[in-house]
């Protein structure tokens, strides 16, 4: 998975805009820049129990940001700033994948048919 080079992309943003910017910039910046490195091509490709503790890898960057909590605040941190669990996300991005590749699919099927 992406996982190193999605803490590289974290480690690099928190480093340059620690203590400069609000919490909600940097978690939209995040959003933005290194969930999508994450989720790089988790559709379409197989994944074990391992590569799918994205919940875990999300936690340590929100104990590197505020510190010592428990699980129930991380929870709350991540909803309040707009990230649903990652697991969620995931099942939700295959499910609109397959449906579009099924889509797809019955399109060439069709096409074929009328030849």
Excluded: W
């Amino acid at each position: 998975m992406y996982k190193a080079r999605f803490y590289k992309a974290f480690n690099n943003i928190f480093g340059k805009i620690e203590g400069n910017a609000s919490k909600k910039v940097l978690f939209a910046l995040i959003k933005s820049k290194c969930l999508p490195i994450l989720f790089y091509d988790i559709e379409a490709c197989p994944t074990n129990s391992a590569d799918l503790q994205f919940n875990f890898t999300m936690n340590k960057i929100l104990f590197k940001i505020f510190s010592s909590m428990s699980q129930e605040m991380f929870r709350e941190i991540s909803k309040y700033f707009g990230i649903n669990p990652l697991e969620d996300v995931i099942s939700a991005r295959r499910d609109k994948f397959l449906k579009r590749y099924c889509a797809l699919d019955n399109l060439c099927h069709n096409a074929n048919d009328k030849h």
